[in-house]
């Protein structure tokens, strides 16, 4: 059983930046390419970015490229979100998921069904 447990979240004034984490329990963390998701009060949960299972491609929601910078540490199970020049719309409950196949691309996680997801965390920008 995998267990994806994300910190990080807060509330911050728009522009400033915070840096999400993503803790994955179990031996296969490496094995699977991972993303980012997010979810706004009343809209449905759209995808931010992904990252192939070895870190060697990323990928990223339009709106949100050049701003967000994903990355892994497959040595320390983690995932990590870089959020900078953060805007109110950028507010959600955001979400941690692994692709439910092994050895996919960071573009792969744009279409993919994630077998697991952590409990997501809110992050709130202010104007």
């Known amino acids: 059983q995998v267990q994806l447990v994300e910190s990080g979240g807060g509330l911050v004034q728009a522009g400033g930046s915070l840096r999400l984490s993503c803790a994955a329990s179990?031996?296969?963390?490496?094995?699977?390419?991972m993303g980012w998701f997010r979810q706004a009060t009343g809209k449905e949960r759209e995808f931010v970015a992904g990252i192939g299972w070895n870190g060697g491609s990323t990928y990223y929601e339009d709106s949100v490229k050049g701003r967000f910078t994903i990355s892994r540490d497959n040595t320390k199970n983690t995932l990590y979100l870089q959020m900078n020049s953060l805007k109110p719309e950028d507010t959600a409950i955001y979400y941690c998921a692994r692709d439910g196949r092994p050895f996919t691309t960071a573009q792969a996680m744009g279409v993919a069904k994630p077998d697991y997801w952590g409990q997501g965390t809110q992050v709130t920008v202010s104007s």
């Open positions: 179990g031996p296969t963390f490496s094995l699977f390419a």
